[in-house]
DNA sequence: AGATAACCGAGACGGTACGTCCCGTCTTTTT
DNA sequence: AAAAAGACGGGACGTACCGTCTCGGTTATCT
């Protein structure tokens, strides 16, 4: 597939496969993405180049494979033994989801999430197979969560029947990506809790 | 001993702008924009690297310049003499927005469109100040033709007095600009339609 | 930590390393020396590589070890059972030697000969320890015959009393392997037969 | 030929061409010629790897070039404004031909001349096409001024009239070639004198 | 007969160099 | 003075091998 053929993966070094990540995320976060090249992610690591390209086909898995880890160690360690991280649901539907969208402004104004975020979101931009990976491994399951809040708000009668929650989600989480990603305004919490009110109640006049 | 600053601008030559220009299009229409290199424009345009070097400070400037005259004649032809191209008003804020969401759809499934706009996209992710200019040049026009209509719409008792509009037509061009970069779900007219409804309604029940 | 010293040879595996002197040769005649990598050898030879590292020290010491192998067998076999292969004494000096120099100028015109000796060669020019062990074990007997054979015929009174053999023999091979190694001029019979005369009877006059 | 098309050669740096030649000689005198990479060269002569590769197809090739202009500038030295460096001719045929095959013996025992030399000459062993372009400019011409010389000694009556004087040479060069080639015995003043001698005088007993 | 070495095949590993592609600068010649 | 052309010093690419290093799996003695 990759190579001539594929390699053992039982023998694999797993102390090479934790540097890579570890410097693979120095670099972006230090340097950026377009000057992390893999000679230095592998020089950084203290690795031989053809180990990277071994287990990996582009620069760009390193990083996924990497901030990956990363986000699943974070999970880890903020859920604390429990299940998965979930959005809260204590009953006020508005200030659950201003809670989550203030927490999502606060990661992506954070440096250690943001620049490796965004080198992938872009290079996934381009490059569909990995851009599907990104979505697949990183993005969904993230915005299931709010499928899954949101489900609840209609069984307590703060959502809509007729709605199909995986669209509605967009209206909360769009708009943020979209200041995120695309530099029009800055990403604060009083926009994000204008998002949640705005989705929830609607742009034209009730009643 | 550089070229030492402030070529004469009144002795460029359009042929070659113009030739640039049409290069880069098509090589990363073609090729991609990773493949895409200075060297393979000039080669394309019948032109000296140099000349590309004195005018612009990157491959990703002259696609974005490029990029910007294309849509501007596109705009010129679709507006067929008029001032600027608008969002209609016929009365029906919701039939118009459909109208422009769907249009906007159809533009990010159309490669010609897709590919050169993906590319500048994902490079401003990366590198703030083209994103600023890219999102100055390019998204807040366009954006800007939002407000106007809800501001139509507000007048007219189509849209909440107590908004800020800015940020409302966030929730319309978000969820677009969402599934159009980060490849979660196809791109649909349906999805357009929905997200006029969702957005203009509210997650919320009515009263 | 290393191999430590010494691995036991009793306990070697003739089967391999007969796989890997064949891969040696085999290689070197199809794709030459430079071509010739210790990984191929062992893939072709169905070995380890650490099976040619552990008894070998380089690549030039495998192909020396083969080819002394082969011309071993080679020498066997056309002595068929008798000692060792000798320069034959007809009483006929210069017709004696022009015989064992055609025969010389022919190995070196078959390419089954010519390819490893040159590699060899080759690399004993380079290599200083290597060209030693060339010449010892497998130069130097070869000419010992012409030095047994010219002493013969200092008996017989067809050679000077005053000479000394082992540079005399020189000005028969020296001119040989002159045109073989530098490329000067074809090898040919006839180049062999004035050779011979030249040397036996000199440039200058007679008399 | 070599790259997609030719480079023009009015275009071509000198002092890059002059830093590469200094630089391949010295690494290859101070390193040897095994370890005397391209890399090594550029990064010795101040120049991009391109530099090499564009003008010459191979590590060899550039040392080669190098060499040649090395003897060439020898040579012009020691004719000092003569026309070219040429054998003596003082009547003494033997005395003349000792004096050369012992400047030779010289040569080929100063490390600046042997090690160059001695990694052409194993590189043409084993490579056609640069050996035959080593024999060709390097070799010949010198071998000629043998041809020569002799030619002058047939008409002293030094010389049999009935010799190829081209094959006669190598009685002389080729014993000296190959004691240095093959590393069988020293090098000496001894040794050329006694080749000398018995080339002229024969191996058998005159008259 | 079981233990225990060593060799053996396989191949991952940290490295070095390869030959290629582009970068952005520069110089030369033409328009 | 701008432009076409392209050589230049430089840096990274992805590949090929180097020689070292485990890792099971077979032998092949030595208790």
């Given at each position: ?52 390209y071994r287990w990996w086909p582009s620069k ?44 999502t402004v606060d990661e992506m104004n954070d ?97």
């Amino acid at each position: 597939m990759a190579d001539s053929r594929a390699p053992d993966s039982t023998r694999r070094s797993d102390r090479s496969r934790r540097a890579i990540h570890d410097a693979a995320l120095a670099l972006v976060t230090e340097v950026g993405y377009a000057k992390t090249t893999v000679e230095g992610i592998a020089a950084r690591a203290g690795v031989g180049k053809q180990t990277i390209y071994r287990w990996w086909p582009s620069k760009a898995a390193v990083l996924l494979e990497a901030f990956l880890d990363l986000t699943e160690q974070a999970a880890r360690a903020a859920a604390d033994g429990a299940a998965t991280y979930e959005i809260p649901d204590t009953g006020d539907l508005a200030a659950d989801l201003k809670l989550v969208l203030r927490a999502t402004v606060d990661e992506m104004n954070d440096p250690a999430f943001d620049l490796p975020s965004r080198a992938l979101a872009a290079e996934g931009i381009v490059n569909a197979e990995l851009g599907a990976e990104f979505a697949r491994k990183l993005l969904e399951p993230q915005l299931q969560l709010y499928v899954k809040r949101l489900r609840a708000g209609q069984e307590a009668g703060d959502v809509r029947r007729d709605l199909d929650l995986r669209i509605a989600l967009e209206l909360l989480a769009g708009p943020l990506a979209h200041r995120w990603l695309l530099r029009t305004l800055p990403l604060t919490h009083a926009y994000a809790d204008a998002v949640a009110d705005y989705a929830l109640y609607g742009l034209a006049p009730r009643g």
